[in-house]
């Protein structure tokens, strides 16, 4: 099992973009998928999750800015991201709960993705 993160790159200020985290592999069940992002120096933290069923939880810093969203049957999240302010530029880490085809429920990361927002 493995999560795929792309969408990455660099925004200007203001500016919008869409990353998306597939997984795949020997899977029988996804459950919670989400996003967290990390700054040099500073711990990883939560950005938006989004359970199996669509309920979306947003960090107070991109409510209104940020929405997640789920392809269950592609097994995918996308966290669109409008209105991009410079603090948001982090590297951003998807995170799942899958349970796989032997049963066993784990949570597993993507390698991450830069984004920088900056004029």
């Known amino acids: 099992v493995q999560l795929q993160a792309s969408g990455g790159g660099l925004v200007q200020p203001g500016g919008s973009l869409r990353l998306s985290c597939a997984a795949s592999?020997?899977?029988?069940?996804?459950?919670?998928m989400g996003w967290y992002r990390q700054v040099p120096g500073k711990l990883r933290e939560l950005v938006a999750t989004?359970?199996?069923?669509?309920?979306?939880n947003y960090a107070d810093s991109v409510k209104g800015r940020f929405t997640i969203s789920r392809d269950n049957a592609k097994n995918t999240v996308y966290p669109q991201m409008n209105s991009l302010k410079p603090e948001d530029t982090a590297v951003y880490y998807c995170?799942?709960?899958?349970?796989?085809?032997?049963?066993?429920?784990?949570?597993?990361w993507g390698q991450g993705t830069q984004v920088t927002v900056s004029s």
């Open positions: 592999g020997s899977i029988l069940s996804v459950k919670n």
């Open positions: 989004i359970t199996s069923g669509g309920t979306a």
């Open positions: 995170n799942a709960g899958i349970v796989s085809s032997t049963g066993a429920w784990n949570t597993y």
